[in-house]
């Protein structure tokens, strides 16, 4: 059973910047590390319905992002410690929410997912 567990949020001021991780352990039911697969990031704040936030394929690395974080947040996946990050930058107030990640089905971002992580708040506030 691979498993996912988030970490990194925290209190920021506006502007400021966090570095989340999820590190992932175990292996899917098909016998694949989680290295084999795309990771997102998806975001939910009090109230409001889980928003995809970004996601890195494991194919070519190539990534995709909300509108809402573009230029702001990057995604990048280190393999050889079954690790994917985001870098959140200039992090304003509606930024604010508990942040998970969850693994593709594919190696590709096709936006399916089959395992999620337990989240990690990251609270922006002065």
């Known amino acids: 059973q691979v498993q996912l567990v988030e970490s990194g949020g925290g209190l920021v001021q506006p502007g400021g910047s966090l570095r989340l991780s999820c590190a992932a352990s175990g292996f899917t039911a098909s016998g694949f590390t989680a290295d084999y697969y795309a990771i997102g990031w998806f975001r939910q704040a009090p109230g409001k319905a889980r928003e995809g936030v970004s996601c890195i394929s494991s194919s070519d690395g190539s990534t995709d992002y909300a509108d809402s974080v573009k230029g702001r947040f990057t995604i990048s996946r280190d393999n050889a410690k079954n690790t994917v990050y985001l870098q959140l930058n200039s992090l304003k107030p509606e930024d604010t929410a508990v942040y998970y990640c969850?693994?593709?089905?594919?190696?590709?971002?096709?936006?399916?997912?089959?395992?999620w992580g337990q989240g990690t708040q990251v609270t922006v506030s002065s």
């Open positions: 969850a693994i593709d089905r594919h190696t590709d971002c096709s936006g399916t997912y089959f395992s």
